[in-house]
């Protein structure tokens, strides 16, 4: 049955929708995506401008939504999550078993996409029979990872919260001061924070050594400061990662696609085939 939520997908779990593909995958093609998306404003219609392109550029490819949400953000361990997530590990699992040549590509949206892929990684060390590290052949990280200030955390999260009053006012009233205790248990080191997921995505137990990297950042993104963005993307390159960046000029944060679609899909296009991408603001045809 279509999932409601996003067109040509089904619902296979809390947060976790399925596109199946009418045709086989290409040789050159990834055989699954996964999209982890952002936590505030990421609105079906917002999701369904990647998975649209997504099913364009490569219709044999099974792609896999998951959904952050307020409380996946917040929770306190792996142990409380890892449940939700089985349905994406044995999806994953399954088409790695049918084809031991299948490739995957990872696109990673803002803080709250870095920690859903972080939790997903450990939940794949736990599948027998496969090696989700090795199928990984292109890592996009999109407007992220940024830092843990509580600006930062609360910006991302005010994003979700009604545009018209009284309904922003009480949810600003109810937010603010749940957020301000997460901050500062996650401060303490009580609960995972976003210099946690930062170290996890450049850990190769979790995610390999071999996949490509591209980042793609804007440098007027108001939730994650470009320089976040460089900064990790250098101590990627430091640990001997293959990266790439490009970023964009006057872009909304997860809302570099509306600056300059052609330049943004032709970047991850080409960082699929490991072409040279282009950084410097002219498409390559």
Not at 27 to 36: G, N, S
């Amino acid at each position: 049955m279509v999932d409601p939520f996003i067109p040509h997908f089904r619902s296979i779990g809390q947060n976790i929708h399925l596109h199946e593909p009418t045709s086989t995958p290409s040789d050159t093609h990834p055989a699954l995506i996964i999209l982890c998306t952002w936590f505030g404003g990421a609105t079906p219609r917002r999701i369904a401008k990647y998975t649209t392109a997504y099913r364009e550029h490569y219709p044999g490819a099974a792609i896999v939504l998951l959904n952050t949400c307020f409380r996946d953000y917040l929770a306190r361990s792996f142990q409380t999550i890892d449940p939700n997530l089985t349905p994406a590990r044995e999806l994953i699992t399954r088409v790695l078993h049918a084809n031991r040549d299948a490739s995957v590509l990872l696109h990673i949206f803002s803080n709250g996409g870095c920690n859903t892929v972080t939790q997903l990684a450990r939940s794949m060390t736990t599948a027998t029979g496969v090696d989700f590290r090795s199928a990984i052949k292109l890592m996009v990280f999109d407007c992220c990872p940024g830092d843990a200030s509580f600006q930062r955390f609360y910006g991302a999260a005010a994003v979700a919260l009604p545009a018209t009053q009284p309904g922003r006012a009480i949810g600003t009233i109810i937010l603010y001061p749940t957020l301000r205790v997460a901050h500062a248990v996650q401060s303490v080191g009580l609960m995972r924070s976003i210099d946690d997921y930062q170290a996890d995505l450049n850990d190769p137990s979790l995610f390999g050594t071999e996949a490509r990297r591209l980042y793609l950042y804007s440098l007027t993104d108001g939730m994650i400061p470009w320089e976040d963005v460089v900064g990790h993307m250098d101590e990627a390159r430091e640990k001997g990662y293959s990266v790439l960046g490009v970023s964009f000029e006057d872009s909304r944060h997860c809302g570099l696609v509306m600056g300059n679609e052609m330049r943004y899909w032709n970047a991850i296009q080409r960082a699929w085939d490991g072409r040279e991408v282009d950084v410097s603001g002219r498409s390559k045809l």
